[in-house]
């Protein structure tokens, strides 16, 4: 089974910000494969999708960003599942917005939702999905950029971007996530 898990913040103050585009990719997979993210458990939202290429648990932590790796470790060793089978899809802000940039490991890179992440799993070896949304063009704390909303212009690049990165996880159910990694970050 894969734990694919899209990082955010939980409340209506936060739909709409950059730091929640994590959150936007699970809801495309959720109404794709028509499951409700109706259950929850150790502070997470999650759905279970039983598709032909394979299980795969939908999983959005309420735990707020900086503290995500509280909810997926209990989630990972609840449903027995190994390191190598977490897809986690987030935010980036040095990639353009829009750009998806896929990785089977790394650093953190100043992102502390993948800080928490990396403490509680006690690895960086594990797969992930970054979706750009740019840095600001004038001075600006990064705090007010990534839980500020998408401009008009901005909205249905990000909206494609959540669907390239369902598309990625859909494919990722059924190949090797570097076989996938290496279609799409060719693109």
Not at 85 to 98: E, F, K, R
Request: hydrophobic content about 40%; some cysteine; charged content about 25%.
């Amino acid at each position: 089974m894969k734990l694919i898990v899209g990082l955010g913040n939980p409340g209506k103050q936060y739909e709409q910000t950059r730091h929640n585009i994590g959150f936007h990719a699970i809801d495309r997979l959720a109404d794709r494969w028509n499951v409700p993210l109706n259950q929850t458990k150790f502070n997470g939202m999650y759905a279970t999708a039983h598709r032909p290429e394979g299980k795969a648990l939908l999983v959005k932590p309420l735990t707020y960003m900086n503290l995500s790796g509280e909810c997926i470790r209990p989630m990972m060793d609840y449903f027995g599942v190994a390191e190598e089978d977490l897809i986690v899809i987030y935010d980036d802000l040095d990639l353009p917005p829009g750009k998806l940039r896929l990785r089977q490991k790394g650093s953190p890179g100043g992102h502390n939702g993948m800080k928490s992440i990396i403490q509680h799993i006690g690895t960086r070896e594990f797969d992930r999905v970054r979706i750009g949304i740019g840095r600001p063009d004038v001075p600006m704390a990064v705090t007010d950029w990534v839980l500020g909303r998408f401009s008009d212009e901005e909205v249905p690049v990000m909206r494609e971007a959540a669907d390239r990165a369902a598309d990625v996880c859909e494919a990722a159910l059924a190949r090797p996530f570097l076989d996938v990694m290496n279609e799409f970050n060719a693109k």
